[in-house]
């Protein structure tokens, strides 16, 4: 069976449902950024006034949720359309020497699809899908053309040995910095910690040149930056943006970062960190710049969303709290509450999304692949079985398709984690893949009523909590690659 994903969607998008020619897509993926850290949706420190600029201009959607909370199995369901419970990669594997768990040669891939219809497709930025060479390869998934991070371990340093340029490595570096050091004693300063190519500048100028070589012919460009995941490794023009008190101990700032915690010291983190927001805001800029020199703004669809919450209070320096990056949601990065799954998206469409719209409707990553393919008039695939609902109404102004099954994430890691959200009901069950894991119960949350996920209503709700339980199990299948040994073929808990 044929996974379908997000490229191959984008294949057979021939003409607009406004009747324009062929529009070009664009998505862009942030690298967990926080649902809190855009200016358009509350962020009072972190100045990102491209991307604010984009909200003014199209759509905001308040409740759009990952299909993952970490890295490579968001990317999948994004890719693919599949949610975690049957998708094929549910978290972070690490192949050695170089890669992640890869897409399977089965996996259909929007890629793939805006290919077979005429399409140019690239990738520029963090892949995580497979290894070169491997049937997870971006160039066996659709994509024509790939530059950036094949690597998540790669991905941690800003100024890495090399990049990837489809099969070939490409040195950047002949100094690179590792993304992981410890400093506990000495004078700490975040510019020691730069070498001579910055690698996030080299991904925006070869996307660039994609988007100036197929000017001329439709094209589906993916653009999973890297920003603003650790370590922090900001040019330091951007630091310099942000006041030094927020660092300065004597001024009642936090002081420095040793590393202790993870990635690389700074003298400057919560500097350092709102500026890696603004390098990523400054980047998505340059890309809406291109894209109105040259003409096409009118006949291109933007979307901008990120792969999952930010990171976790400490974590690489990293100072959530200060920044409300999750305007007061529970949970971060790794976690399937709110904070962990909620995340911010944008989406521009001259002619058809009307500007300054804002969205409660609950949507996430599935979605994406049938809203693209009706957009696409795309024939999908028999026995396909596609997790999402078209958001086509909702762009147009209506009210979102209901839909036919809920929300549902079956994480692989920290413990073993199932959430499934229906309405405004929604439930967590943690540890799964602990030994005590049978000892564990549902927590549910009335999510219109209590956002931050406070009031655990199971006891009192226990027929909401057995219906989405069931419809989980429903869909789950086995994948021998991320078993959890409790839950693998039972029909209920």
């Not at 057979?12 to 664009?26: A, D, H, K, L, T």
């Not at 109105?292 to 209070?313: A, E, H, R, V």
């Not at 795309?378 to 958001?391: E, H, Q, R, T, V």
Request: proline share 6%; hydrophobic share 35%.
């Amino acid at each position: 069976m044929r996974i379908i994903t997000i490229a191959t969607i984008l294949s057979f998008f021939i003409v607009s449902c406004e009747g324009m020619s062929q529009p070009n897509i664009v998505f862009i993926l942030a690298d967990d950024l926080g649902y809190g850290e855009l200016g358009s949706y509350g962020q009072e420190k972190i100045k990102t006034p491209h991307l604010d600029r984009l909200a003014k201009e199209g759509l905001r959607l308040t409740q759009h949720y990952t299909g993952a909370p970490v890295c490579a199995p968001a990317r999948c369901v994004l890719l693919t359309g599949k949610n975690l419970a049957h998708s094929e990669i549910r978290g972070n594997k690490e192949i050695r020497p170089i890669g992640q768990q890869p897409l399977s040669s089965e996996a259909l891939t929007i890629a793939e699809v805006f290919k077979k219809r005429g399409y140019k497709t690239g990738a520029f930025g963090k892949w995580g899908l497979g290894a070169p060479g491997t049937s997870g390869d971006p160039n066996n998934q659709g994509f024509d053309y790939f530059f950036g991070y094949n690597c998540q371990r790669n991905a941690h340093s800003y100024y890495p040995e090399y990049l990837q340029k489809n099969q070939e490595r490409i040195q950047i570096n002949k100094n690179p910095i590792p993304g992981h050091l410890r400093k506990l004693k000495g004078i700490i300063k975040g510019s020691d910690y730069r070498s001579e190519t910055y690698a996030p500048d080299l991904i925006l100028a070869e996307s660039l040149n994609f988007i100036d070589k197929h000017k001329n012919s439709p094209f589906f460009l993916y653009l999973p930056f890297v920003e603003p995941h650790m370590a922090m490794q900001s040019p330091q023009e951007i630091i310099d943006r942000y006041p030094k008190e927020w660092d300065d101990v004597a001024l009642g700032g936090k002081g420095p970062y040793n590393g202790k915690k993870g990635y690389l010291p700074h003298d400057r983190p919560r500097a350092a960190y709102a500026a890696m927001i603004s390098d990523l805001d400054d980047h998505v800029g340059a890309v809406l710049s291109r894209l109105k020199k040259l003409g096409l703004d009118q006949n291109t669809i933007i979307i901008f969303t990120s792969d999952n919450g930010p990171t976790w209070n400490g974590l690489g320096g990293a100072d959530p709290k200060f920044f409300n990056s999750t305007s007061g949601l529970r949970g971060y990065k790794g976690s399937c509450y709110e904070g962990g799954l909620r995340i911010p998206c944008i989406v521009k469409w001259p002619n058809v999304i009307k500007p300054g719209q804002v969205s409660n409707a609950a949507t996430y990553f599935p979605d994406w692949f049938p809203t693209l393919s009706t957009i696409a008039n795309a024939s999908l695939p028999k026995n396909n079985k596609l997790d999402g609902i078209d958001m086509l109404s909702l762009f147009k102004g209506g009210e979102l398709t209901t839909r036919n099954s809920p929300m549902i994430w079956d994480f692989y890691e920290y413990g073993g984690i199932a959430a499934v959200r229906d309405g405004d009901w929604k439930i967590i069950r943690r540890n799964l893949r602990r030994k005590n894991a049978e000892n564990m119960n549902w927590e549910l949350y009335n999510i219109a009523n209590d956002p931050e996920e406070k009031k655990d209503l199971a006891a009192s709700h226990s027929n909401i909590v057995k219906r989405l339980e069931k419809a989980w199990l429903k869909t789950r299948t086995i994948n021998e690659n991320f078993r959890i040994p409790f839950v693998d073929g039972k029909k209920e808990l």
